[in-house]
C-alpha cells in the first residue's frame, strides 16, 4: 500500500501531471474533444502547476499524495465547500494514474481526506462528479449518495454533475 501523506512543493509537477494525465484518461469520449485538449494541454499543465504551488503554499485546503517507491502515483484535496450548502467540507479532487486504480489507494486517499477534515472540525463532505464519469459508482460504493445535479456550459456543450455527499464524515474515516 502506498503511503498517503501531505503535499509538499516538490510534488507539484507530479501533481500537476496527474491531474491532466487523469482528465485525459477518464474524459475521453464523455466531453467534446477540443475542450477536453484545451484543459489536458501543455499550457494547462503549467497553469495547474502554479494553481497547486499556491494552494500548497497557503496550507488552507488539505492536500494529499499517494507515494510508492518515491513517485507520487495519485492526490486529494479538501477543504471549505464553495457551492455545498449545508455541507461543512467539499471534495475537490481525487485522481490517480490508470496504472495503479484498482488498489485501494482511491479508497486510502478518500479516508485520509475525510480524517484530516474531521481534525478540522468538519463532519459532512460533498463534491462534484461528472454524470457520465464511471467514478460517480466508486464514490458510491464508498458510501456517498447522490444530492442533486448542475449543468455547466462549456465550449462546444455542456457538462452535468451530481452532487454525491457524505452526511457523516466518520463513515468513510472508519472505511465503512
Given amino acids: 500500500m502506498p503511503t498517503i501523506r501531505p503535499a509538499t512543493l516538490q ?19 464523455l466531453m467534446p474533444a477540443d475542450f477536453l485538449a484545451r484543459m489536458t494541454d501543455d499550457a494547462q499543465r503549467e497553469r495547474r502547476a502554479a494553481f497547486w504551488a499556491q494552494n500548497i503554499a497557503a496550507g488552507q485546503d488539505a492536500v494529499l ?3 510508492d ?8 484535496s479538501a477543504g471549505a465547500p464553495r457551492d455545498h450548502e449545508g455541507y461543512d467540507a467539499e471534495l475537490f479532487t481525487l485522481y490517480s494514474r490508470r496504472a495503479v486504480q ?11 481526506v475525510a480524517d484530516a477534515l474531521q481534525a478540522r472540525g468538519a463532519q459532512s463532505m460533498a463534491l462534484w462528479v461528472l454524470d457520465v464519469n464511471p467514478t460517480r459508482q466508486w464514490y458510491a460504493r464508498q458510501g456517498a449518495a447522490e444530492a442533486g445535479e448542475k449543468v455547466q456550459p462549456i465550449p462546444g456543450g455542456e457538462l452535468r454533475e451530481v452532487r454525491m455527499v457524505w452526511t457523516d464524515l466518520g463513515t468513510v474515516a472508519a472505511g465503512l
Fill in 102 to 112: 484498482g488498489r485501494g489507494t482511491g479508497r486510502a486517499l478518500l479516508r485520509a
Fill in 11 to 29: 510534488d507539484v509537477p507530479a501533481i500537476a501531471a496527474i491531474h491532466t494525465g487523469s482528465w485525459r484518461e477518464t474524459y475521453a469520449g
Fill in 69 to 76: 517507491a518515491g513517485a507520487v502515483i495519485a492526490f486529494a
Fill in 65 to 67: 499524495v499517494a507515494e
